[in-house]
């Protein structure tokens, strides 16, 4: 079975420092993986996917399959970046992903 | 707006009753998802459709909850006999299929969400 665990439920840092927001999987085989973002009393959006390997606003994330990882990272913090961020993947080939629970990012400015 | 719309927005009903939410995708995707969503909890697949046919069911969707999508654009979700577990955010999304070549999971857009309130 397929699972996504984001360790820590709400993440505080200060404008301009660095942010790091956790996730590994569970998935023995080649899955997608996403970040995905949800913006006060806005939708939930795409951030970005790993096989895309770009940055978006600032943030990039790499996939390490030797330790089932795929942080979000982003040099400095704005605080427009406040917002809850979900990890997620897809494994089968299939449209179904699985999200992880999600941690809140809140930017102290 | 030509985002992905729900409707209603948010639903309060007593239990037993029946439920049904309607979502209308992006007018050219042809993939459309729904997933529920409690607190402290990311969203959870339901179920997803390409055209009209629906092609994966999570166990999540037991007997009581069905969906459609008849003529491949709307779907409606219906819930039946209402529990108190039932109480949760339901999301739709929509998604427009890739062609070969590019990543095998589409870019999926999510509307703003039923809220669901079940006494």
């Known amino acids: 079975a397929q699972r996504v665990t984001q360790p820590e439920k709400l993440l505080s840092v200060f404008k301009g420092a660095p942010v790091e927001l956790k996730c590994n999987y569970s998935?023995?085989?080649?899955?997608?993986l996403f970040w995905y973002v949800q913006y006060s009393r806005q939708r939930l959006q795409l951030l970005l996917r790993h096989i895309s390997r770009e940055s978006i606003k600032g943030f990039t994330a790499d996939l390490n399959k030797g330790e089932t990882s795929f942080h979000l990272k982003k040099p400095f913090a704005q605080e427009e970046d406040s917002a809850m961020y979900y990890c997620a993947l897809n494994s089968g080939g299939y449209q179904k992903v699985t999200f992880g629970t999600g941690t809140k990012l809140q930017v102290i400015p | 707006d030509t985002g992905v719309s729900q409707n209603p927005r948010h639903k309060i009903t007593k239990r037993g009753q029946n439920v049904t939410f309607r979502c209308d995708p992006i007018?050219?995707?042809?993939?459309l998802y729904w997933y529920r969503q409690t607190l402290g909890q990311g969203p959870e697949f339901l179920t997803y459709f390409q055209n009209e046919a629906q092609l994966e069911k999570s166990r999540l969707l037991s007997d009581r909850f069905s969906a459609e999508r008849p003529k491949g654009s709307f779907s409606t979700l219906e819930i039946q006999r209402t529990e108190q577990g039932d109480s949760a955010m339901y999301l739709c999304?929509?998604?427009?299929?890739?062609?070969?070549?590019?990543?095998?999971?589409?870019?999926?857009?999510f509307g703003p969400g039923t809220r669901l309130t079940v006494l």
């Open positions: 998935y023995s085989g080649s899955p997608e």
């Open positions: 999304a929509s998604s427009r299929q890739l062609g070969g070549g590019g990543p095998v999971t589409d870019t999926q857009y």
């Open positions: 007018s050219e995707h042809n993939r």
